[in-house]
């Protein structure tokens, strides 16, 4: 699920907040509030150095960040990082660069790091849309992930939505061909919109056209997280969309 930054956030070895706003019409984020635990700030000192990066607003060489050549996949706001765990742990065979700017929720995927030994992580504590805009180049992703984004409920907000047609428009840009965009919500109306929005986008197919309303079953590889199954015992749908770069 897409999280949100703590009011104070660590500030980058050049000075500047890692959560450095800027004005536009889309943000991966909205500010809300939230306490780093003890153990997630001992994952900042112990194992940030490690797979922290920081943002320097140039593009990214993904085989000098992970010291190796692999697919790698773009994960924008992955909350308390149970299932990039997960996913990195089912594939230790691919890269997967995480972008949350929700300061718990950081701390929390770098002790999960920690703790099950995962080297092909490396999160980017900043918005995504800057991250994608500025460090992401045309044809370098081999997936993306969108799991549970803020859904906003009430109409008048639904501009505020992150799955619209300008950032989709880039996403697909910086796919390789056959490479995937994969969202996942369990809010029914922002599932009718992530669909719409994708099937627009011309660089796109759906995988599951075939399939008579066009959302696909759950990949094997996204778990099944705390959160979704408690919505599920509660009568929660939860709808995935998949799409293929042409």
Same mark, same amino acid.
């Given at each position: 699920?897409?999280?949100?930054?703590?009011?104070?956030?660590?500030?980058?070895?050049?000075?500047?907040? @890692?959560?450095?706003?800027?004005?536009?019409?889309?943000?991966?984020?909205?500010r809300?509030?939230?306490?780093?635990?003890?153990?997630?700030?001992?994952?900042?000192?112990?194992?940030?150095p490690?797979?922290?990066?920081?943002?320097?607003?140039?593009?990214?060489?993904?085989?000098?960040?992970?010291?190796?050549?692999?697919?790698?996949?773009?994960?924008?706001?992955?909350?308390?990082?149970?299932?990039?765990?997960?996913?990195?742990?089912?594939?230790?065979?691919?890269?997967?660069?995480?972008?949350? @700017?929700?300061?718990?929720? @950081?701390?929390?995927?770098?002790?999960?790091?920690?703790?099950?030994?995962?080297?092909?992580?490396?999160?980017l504590?900043?918005?995504?849309?800057?991250?994608?805009?500025?460090?992401?180049?045309?044809?370098?992703?081999?997936?993306?992930?969108?799991?549970?984004?803020?859904?906003?409920?009430?109409?008048?907000?639904?501009?505020?939505?992150?799955?619209?047609?300008?950032?989709?428009?880039?996403?697909?840009?910086?796919?390789?061909?056959?490479?995937?965009?994969?969202?996942?919500?369990?809010?029914?109306?922002?599932?009718?919109?992530?669909?719409e929005?994708?099937?627009?986008?011309p660089?796109?197919?759906?995988?599951?056209?075939?399939?008579?309303?066009?959302?696909?079953?759950?990949?094997?590889?996204?778990?099944?997280?705390?959160?979704?199954?408690?919505?599920?015992?509660?009568?929660?749908?939860?709808?995935?969309? @998949?799409?293929?770069?042409?």
């Amino acid at each position: 699920m897409i999280e949100n930054p703590a009011p104070t956030l660590p500030a980058s070895p050049e000075g500047t907040p @890692v959560d450095v706003s800027h004005h536009r019409t889309i943000r991966s984020f909205v500010r809300r509030t939230g306490r780093t635990t003890v153990g997630q700030a001992k994952a900042f000192a112990d194992v940030g150095p490690r797979f922290l990066l920081n943002y320097t607003g140039e593009p990214m060489d993904f085989a000098a960040v992970y010291d190796r050549s692999a697919d790698t996949i773009l994960e924008i706001g992955f909350g308390m990082g149970e299932a990039t765990a997960h996913i990195a742990a089912l594939m230790p065979e691919k890269n997967f660069l995480c972008c949350e @700017v929700h300061t718990p929720g @950081v701390g929390a995927l770098l002790k999960r790091i920690d703790e099950q030994a995962l080297t092909n992580i490396r999160i980017l504590q900043h918005d995504a849309v800057e991250v994608i805009d500025h460090m992401l180049a045309p044809g370098s992703l081999d997936g993306a992930h969108i799991f549970f984004p803020d859904p906003w409920h009430k109409t008048k907000h639904n501009k505020r939505r992150l799955i619209q047609s300008p950032l989709i428009a880039k996403l697909a840009a910086r796919l390789k061909p056959g490479g995937y965009l994969h969202c996942a919500t369990d809010w029914q109306p922002y599932a009718e919109q992530i669909l719409e929005v994708l099937s627009a986008e011309p660089l796109l197919k759906n995988t599951a056209d075939a399939v008579g309303d066009g959302y696909a079953p759950k990949p094997v590889y996204r778990p099944l997280t705390k959160f979704e199954n408690r919505g599920i015992k509660l009568g929660h749908g939860v709808w995935d969309v @998949v799409f293929t770069r042409v």
